[in-house]
């Protein structure tokens, strides 16, 4: 995938335009995750800018809790939750999810509340 | 006939003492429930990705259903149910494309006539504000209430129309009715950590924490929620100390506590923080 092709595919998938970000910082100050990501929703979206692919690699894309803090903080309008969401998509169209039914344990599984299943498979698996 | 009721998978099993207090106390003020004759999973999550009509079918097919039974009303109360049968309910409505593929795929004739409705909307609206604080005494009088509503009730706030997106306050409007104290609670809107409860033990503890430290801060002697995923969260990731000084229930169950009825009816027997402190107070 060029640079060109990959901002093209996030531009498609999450109908949001990444080169209206101005890197304020808002949407990483306000994320849920920010304290275990190892990449700020504000330097994803500057990675997603010069089209660089590494941000296709980065752990924070998975982090995400789509609790929509950024989208509503944005100063830009930018829906930031469905730019991760497209990379994120972009790697389960490829088969590479991160969350493995058989990596949970049984007696986790029997407490846990059946909608956090059904939300975390179709977030993090493929 | 009741109002049409969507419960959703969760409150059928692992919640379902938000269904039973729910139901129990709309019906000691004279609002009944109908459950759906037939329904599926609400699919949780709405598809983020651009024209991913799929993620929304499971939503359609429900609201097209429930637009059948004639009411124009759909009640729900699990917050993720909400938040998705809304957010489609919304798509369908203004959303030319959306309209007619799930038109095309279901074979349904549903144009997002539906008014989805949260029990909150309803004891403000059908039951009011006024009626609901006379017919309580002053069981919770003097009571803090933190009223958590996590992520998924008012994001995006044009979809979701529930009052402002980080600041909405229908709960705290709510929760003086019953004749309690609603804090300034700075963790209203945050997110506990959702379905990353799967994934990321690490940040799930790392958000509950900070919820009970804002709650505990601003003096709450119980914190309220709409969601079973908020709960068992709050109720798993919970430091033992914060859980027993300030137990995490659901709006209707101290609605229940506030209208008399009985606690099994409310399933607050067994619960893992324990709310018999409250219910002293109370």
Wanted: glycine residues 8%.
């Amino acid at each position: 995938m060029t640079r060109v092709e990959m901002t093209l595919q996030v531009k498609e998938i999450s109908g949001q335009n990444p080169f209206l970000c101005m890197q304020c910082g808002l949407c990483s100050a306000g994320c849920t995750g920010r304290g275990i990501m190892d990449m700020l929703p504000r330097q994803v979206m500057r990675l997603i800018q010069f089209g660089n692919a590494q941000v296709l690699d980065n752990r924070s894309i998975w982090m995400c809790t789509t609790c929509l803090t950024c989208t509503a903080r944005c100063p830009r309008g930018i829906d930031i939750a469905r730019v991760m969401e497209a990379l994120r998509t972009i790697n389960l169209r490829r088969g590479d999810g991160v969350l493995a039914p058989e990596d949970l344990a049984a007696e986790f599984l029997a407490e846990i509340p059946q909608m956090a299943l059904t939300s975390a498979f179709r977030k993090l698996s493929a | 006939m009741g109002i049409p009721y969507f419960p959703g998978c969760t409150l059928h099993v692992k919640a379902k003492e938000l269904d039973d207090s729910t139901r129990a106390a709309l019906a000691a003020l004279g609002v009944e429930l109908a459950e759906l004759p037939e329904w599926t999973c609400c699919g949780t999550v709405f598809p983020l990705a651009q024209n991913n009509y799929m993620g929304m079918v499971a939503s359609a097919r429900i609201l097209s259903n429930a637009a059948k039974q004639g009411d124009g009303r759909l009640v729900t109360v699990c917050s993720f149910c909400y938040h998705v049968l809304k957010r489609v309910n919304f798509a369908i409505k203004n959303n030319d494309e959306a309209r007619t593929k799930l038109k095309e795929y279901l074979e349904e004739d549903y144009d997002g006539g539906l008014s989805l409705l949260h029990p909150l909307e309803l004891l403000r609206d059908e039951v009011g504000f006024d009626a609901l604080r006379n017919r309580v005494g002053e069981r919770l009088k003097g009571v803090k209430v933190a009223c958590y509503y996590g992520c998924m009730l008012s994001r995006p706030a044009r979809e979701m129309d529930f009052g402002a997106p980080e600041n909405p306050t229908i709960m705290e409007e709510f929760v003086e009715a019953l004749g309690a104290e609603p804090v300034d609670f700075p963790g209203k809107t945050k997110c506990c950590g959702s379905y990353q409860v799967l994934n990321e033990h690490e940040l799930v503890a790392g958000r509950v924490k900070d919820i009970f430290k804002a709650a505990s801060l601003c003096g709450s002697q119980v914190i309220i929620t709409s969601c079973p995923l908020c709960r068992f969260n709050l109720d798993t990731f919970g430091e033992a100390e914060n859980r027993s000084k300030i137990p995490v229930l659901y709006f209707t169950q101290l609605l229940g506590i506030a209208l008399e009825i009985p606690i099994d009816r409310l399933g607050l027997a067994g619960q893992d923080g324990d709310p018999k402190p409250l219910l002293r107070e109370a």
